[in-house]
């Protein structure tokens, strides 16, 4: 298998030194970052401008409450009695997670009083539009006389839809209104306060040893590695394919097989290729696990309570494995289109076809979730092209025999050489019959014969 | 390696692509240390019986034996091939490709580099040895080719067409080449459509038609059991003579000579006599040893 580590070098070097990777490797951090960051700005600038509300309070005693209550409603993101972790917690419900968006924006707010002064609601209003219209208002609240009693409060403002305005304001209202019955009844403020707080929920699973804290991080890093498979297929699979054809272009073929069988040349192109893959992901990998360790840090130092995802070292490896073995699956049947096709874009209708079965797998995911130990959860975990995006999925949330385990890697690890051998085999046969593209029943032919 | 040893040995060897067969019960031994010609029109098979000398692919039935062993994947790195299907990695730097090449066959390290820095010399490439190929033009391109498939100094070395496409000085030079390979005791094995270059540079030949071998043997051999004669004439007249299929088989005219290959059994001496008697004035008459290029057409046109 000398052979085997020259091909391996020669495609792993000739890529690596490329200007192509080169400049990839430094424009993808800068594209993502892009990705990430420019919504996000363009979100802010629509919030960052102060938002003017007016509050027509025609019971005449609950303006001061509604004010502080909006205003805490909106600058509560720093309250470190709210659930921590990632901003996107999808444990929550969404409205929790609208309120955590909304506070993260943190657009400032001005509240002016409108006092009645005995004109009637009619010229109010009608003057309040006009100010609105003006722009020199966002929007405006009524509340009737008999709001305690559970009359509905109106807002009006230029831009309705925006709903996290109004879910700031709903959300402060009501806290405002219940916070004034309650009062009324003679209840201390603070007690109130203190009574009304949130419950949050933690979420363990209890395995053979010990009891894990598991509060949905460890979800989405399972579902990280099938998005991962997902993201590496999207952006390598172009090159395995090119990888494989190239001597087919160049007319190489020929010289390579009178030195070096067709297995060691596919295996080979696999390997390197995805060398390549994982040289470009660790390189980012590293980059960004840096410096989410300086921003954990960063806001842990500034008294944020960050939580860093909790998963067994055990786990660990297992995802890195189903990881490998995910993109090697899929590689794979990549190298099989290469060795059929002639050109790059006869390829393009396989493709797509290639990597249905890797977003069927997504499909599966919360079936699996909801429960892990049925029949199709078990298949699709040991069916070799879902298996690297389910079996995590079943790891995580469930404890697993390791027979299980293991032999889903086994199988993927045997499909991934199988499969490898079959692209070798359809590519020595296609070689020496060049001329027309190979029909599906000629390629089964090939196979079959030596 | 004494010259009755035998390089290579096809032994009733058959293969066959779906319904088309492309090789045919083919038997063939070539001797160490000469250079053997496998010739025959395009299609005939000779690219097939080499793919199956190099391992590139396997016969369907018959044996083949290499350097006197079952042929194995091992005994590939002592083949040096030049395929007819030429090509080379395109972004890739000259002298890394021919490391790579050399790797392939188990020749690496300090040597390997001396190697194809010898070579750049001899083939007057040094200046683009950090080139990349795509920089170089077809002809160079031909030449690298050429280097990949003997740097490794193998032992036996098969070209498939290596002169197509190359000017008379490039060709003189891999001639050369080749030759020196043969005087160092190397076996080479030599396919072409070209009869006048097999003719020049072969030892022995292998004549195949449509998959068959039509005849094998030393090119003195060969052209002896063919048996016929062939005569250059310069004459005015005695055009009934050369028009006469019992004494003259064909007549190949140049700008003032013609060429008369003789009927089988036929004697020169009587062809000369028949041409006086019918007034002709013969200022040449000369007997040729009949062309590899005519016994190739008088073999082939025997099979339709």
């Given at each position: 298998?000398?052979?085997?580590?020259?091909?391996?070098?020669?495609e792993?070097?000739?890529?690596?030194?490329?200007?192509?990777?080169?400049?990839?490797?430094?424009?993808?951090?800068?594209?993502?970052?892009?990705?990430?960051?420019?919504p996000?700005?363009?979100?802010?600038?629509?919030?960052?401008?102060?938002?003017?509300?007016?509050?027509?309070?025609?019971?005449?005693r609950?303006?001061?409450?509604?004010?502080?209550?909006i205003?805490?409603?909106?600058?509560?993101?720093?309250?470190?009695s709210?659930?921590?972790?990632?901003?996107?917690d999808?444990?929550?419900?969404?409205?929790?997670?609208?309120?955590?968006?909304?506070?993260?924006?943190?657009?400032?707010?001005?509240i002016?009083?409108?006092?009645?002064?005995?004109?009637?609601?009619?010229?109010l209003?009608?003057?309040?539009?006009?100010?609105?219209?003006?722009?020199?208002?966002?929007?405006?609240?009524?509340?009737?006389?008999?709001?305690?009693?559970?009359?509905k409060?109106?807002?009006?403002?230029?831009?309705?839809g925006?709903?996290?305005?109004?879910?700031?304001?709903?959300?402060?209202?009501?806290?405002?209104?219940n916070?004034?019955?309650?009062?009324?009844?003679?209840?201390?403020?603070?007690?109130?306060?203190?009574?009304?707080?949130?419950?949050?929920?933690?979420?363990?699973?209890v395995?053979?040893?010990?009891?894990?804290?598991?509060?949905?991080?460890?979800?989405?890093?399972?579902?990280?590695?099938?998005?991962?498979?997902?993201?590496?297929?999207?952006?390598?699979?172009?090159?395995?394919?090119?990888?494989?054809?190239?001597?087919?272009?160049?007319?190489?073929?020929?010289?390579?097989?009178?030195?070096?069988?067709?297995?060691?040349?596919?295996?080979?192109?696999?390997?390197?290729?995805?060398?390549?893959?994982l040289?470009?992901?660790?390189?980012?990998?590293?980059?960004?696990?840096?410096?989410s360790?300086?921003?954990?840090?960063?806001?842990?130092?500034?008294?944020?309570?960050?939580?860093?995802p909790?998963?067994?070292?055990?786990n660990?490896?297992?995802?890195?494995?189903?990881?490998?073995?995910?993109?090697?699956?899929?590689?794979?049947?990549?190298?099989?289109?290469g060795?059929?096709?002639?050109?790059?874009?006869?390829s393009?209708?396989?493709?797509?076809?290639a990597?249905?079965?890797?977003?069927?797998?997504?499909?599966?995911v919360?079936?699996?979730?909801?429960?892990?130990?049925?029949?199709?959860?078990f298949?699709?975990?040991?069916?070799?092209l879902s298996?690297?995006?389910?079996?995590?999925?079943?790891i995580?949330?469930?404890?697993?025999?390791?027979?299980?385990i293991?032999?889903?890697?086994?199988?993927?690890?045997?499909?991934?050489?199988l499969?490898?051998w079959?692209?070798?085999r359809?590519?020595?046969?296609?070689?020496?019959?060049?001329?027309?593209?190979?029909?599906?029943p000629?390629?089964?032919?090939?196979?079959?014969?030596? | 390696?004494?010259?009755?040893?035998?390089?290579?040995?096809l032994?009733?060897?058959?293969?066959?692509?779906?319904?088309?067969?492309?090789?045919?019960?083919l038997?063939?031994?070539?001797?160490?240390?000469?250079?053997?010609?496998?010739i025959?029109?395009?299609?005939?098979?000779?690219?097939?019986?080499?793919?199956?000398?190099?391992?590139?692919?396997?016969p369907?039935?018959g044996?083949?034996?290499?350097?006197?062993?079952?042929?194995?994947?091992?005994?590939?790195?002592?083949?040096?091939?030049?395929?007819?299907?030429?090509g080379?990695?395109?972004?890739?730097?000259?002298?890394?490709?021919?490391?790579?090449?050399?790797?392939?066959?188990?020749?690496?390290?300090?040597?390997?580099?001396?190697?194809?820095?010898?070579?750049?010399?001899?083939?007057?490439?040094?200046?683009?040895?950090?080139?990349k190929?795509?920089?170089?033009?077809k002809g160079?391109?031909?030449?690298?080719?050429?280097?990949?498939?003997?740097?490794h100094?193998?032992d036996?070395?098969?070209?498939?067409?290596?002169?197509?496409?190359l000017?008379?000085?490039?060709?003189?030079?891999?001639?050369?080449?080749?030759?020196?390979?043969?005087?160092?005791?190397k076996?080479?094995?030599?396919?072409?459509?070209?009869?006048?270059?097999?003719?020049?540079?072969?030892?022995?030949?292998?004549?195949?038609?449509r998959?068959?071998?039509?005849l094998?043997?030393?090119?003195?051999?060969?052209?002896?059991?063919?048996?016929?004669?062939?005569?250059?004439?310069?004459?005015?007249?005695?055009d009934?003579?050369?028009?006469?299929?019992s004494?003259?088989?064909?007549?190949?005219r140049?700008?003032?000579?013609?060429?008369?290959?003789?009927?089988?059994?036929?004697?020169?001496q009587?062809?000369?006599k028949?041409?006086?008697?019918?007034?002709a004035?013969i200022?040449?008459?000369?007997?040729?040893?009949?062309?590899?290029?005519?016994?190739?057409?008088?073999?082939?046109?025997?099979?339709?």
């Amino acid at each position: 298998m000398k052979k085997l580590l020259t091909i391996i070098k020669r495609e792993y070097l000739t890529r690596v030194n490329s200007k192509a990777f080169i400049f990839s490797t430094i424009l993808g951090p800068i594209i993502m970052l892009a990705f990430m960051v420019v919504p996000v700005l363009i979100a802010m600038m629509e919030t960052g401008e102060v938002t003017r509300l007016a509050i027509v309070d025609q019971t005449g005693r609950i303006f001061d409450r509604v004010r502080d209550s909006i205003i805490n409603e909106a600058s509560e993101g720093s309250d470190p009695s709210l659930p921590g972790g990632l901003p996107m917690d999808m444990s929550q419900s969404p409205e929790e997670r609208a309120r955590q968006a909304g506070m993260a924006m943190k657009g400032d707010i001005k509240i002016e009083k409108v006092a009645p002064a005995g004109r009637p609601l009619e010229d109010l209003k009608r003057e309040l539009n006009e100010r609105v219209r003006r722009k020199e208002l966002d929007g405006y609240i009524v509340i009737p006389p008999d709001v305690l009693t559970g009359k509905k409060a109106e807002y009006y403002g230029r831009n309705v839809g925006d709903f996290m305005n109004s879910i700031q304001i709903e959300e402060g209202l009501s806290r405002a209104v219940n916070e004034q019955r309650l009062a009324d009844t003679g209840v201390d403020q603070n007690l109130l306060r203190e009574m009304s707080k949130r419950v949050t929920l933690d979420t363990f699973k209890v395995s053979e040893e010990t009891e894990e804290q598991d509060s949905g991080e460890a979800f989405f890093l399972v579902l990280g590695v099938g998005l991962l498979i997902f993201i590496m297929i999207l952006m390598y699979g172009g090159t395995v394919l090119s990888a494989v054809m190239e001597e087919k272009e160049t007319r190489i073929a020929e010289i390579l097989f009178s030195s070096v069988r067709p297995f060691p040349l596919m295996l080979g192109k696999l390997v390197g290729v995805s060398l390549v893959a994982l040289t470009q992901f660790a390189i980012w990998g590293l980059l960004i696990g840096g410096l989410s360790i300086y921003g954990v840090a960063t806001l842990k130092g500034q008294g944020m309570d960050l939580q860093i995802p909790s998963v067994s070292a055990a786990n660990v490896v297992y995802f890195v494995l189903f990881f490998l073995i995910g993109f090697f699956m899929y590689a794979s049947i990549y190298a099989v289109i290469g060795s059929i096709v002639r050109t790059y874009d006869e390829s393009q209708g396989f493709l797509l076809v290639a990597i249905v079965p890797l977003i069927l797998s997504f499909y599966l995911v919360f079936p699996v979730v909801r429960s892990p130990e049925s029949t199709i959860a078990f298949w699709a975990s040991i069916f070799p092209l879902s298996s690297p995006v389910i079996m995590p999925v079943r790891i995580i949330s469930q404890t697993l025999p390791f027979w299980q385990i293991g032999l889903s890697l086994l199988i993927g690890f045997g499909t991934v050489i199988l499969l490898t051998w079959l692209a070798a085999r359809i590519y020595r046969i296609g070689m020496l019959m060049y001329g027309k593209r190979a029909t599906i029943p000629e390629v089964w032919r090939w196979v079959r014969e030596s | 390696m004494t010259s009755s040893q035998t390089t290579v040995s096809l032994e009733h060897v058959t293969k066959r692509f779906a319904e088309f067969t492309a090789v045919n019960d083919l038997s063939l031994a070539v001797r160490a240390g000469r250079i053997y010609g496998l010739i025959g029109p395009n299609g005939a098979g000779k690219t097939t019986t080499i793919r199956m000398i190099v391992n590139i692919t396997a016969p369907d039935s018959g044996a083949i034996q290499l350097f006197g062993q079952q042929m194995n994947a091992g005994s590939q790195d002592r083949i040096g091939y030049l395929p007819e299907e030429r090509g080379l990695y395109r972004k890739m730097r000259i002298s890394d490709q021919l490391l790579f090449f050399a790797e392939l066959k188990d020749f690496k390290g300090r040597t390997a580099k001396d190697a194809v820095d010898r070579w750049l010399e001899r083939m007057k490439l040094v200046e683009w040895k950090n080139k990349k190929v795509e920089a170089l033009s077809k002809g160079m391109q031909q030449k690298i080719q050429f280097i990949a498939a003997v740097i490794h100094d193998p032992d036996l070395l098969i070209l498939d067409e290596p002169f197509s496409g190359l000017d008379p000085i490039n060709m003189e030079l891999l001639k050369g080449i080749v030759l020196e390979f043969k005087a160092a005791g190397k076996t080479i094995i030599f396919s072409t459509h070209l009869m006048e270059l097999a003719e020049k540079i072969c030892d022995d030949i292998c004549l195949i038609n449509r998959s068959q071998k039509v005849l094998e043997g030393s090119l003195r051999d060969v052209k002896r059991s063919f048996g016929r004669t062939s005569v250059a004439l310069r004459a005015e007249g005695g055009d009934g003579v050369l028009d006469d299929r019992s004494i003259v088989a064909s007549v190949k005219r140049q700008s003032d000579e013609v060429e008369a290959l003789l009927a089988e059994g036929v004697d020169p001496q009587i062809v000369l006599k028949l041409l006086l008697e019918s007034g002709a004035r013969i200022t040449k008459f000369e007997l040729v040893e009949p062309t590899l290029h005519d016994i190739f057409i008088e073999k082939l046109s025997e099979g339709t």
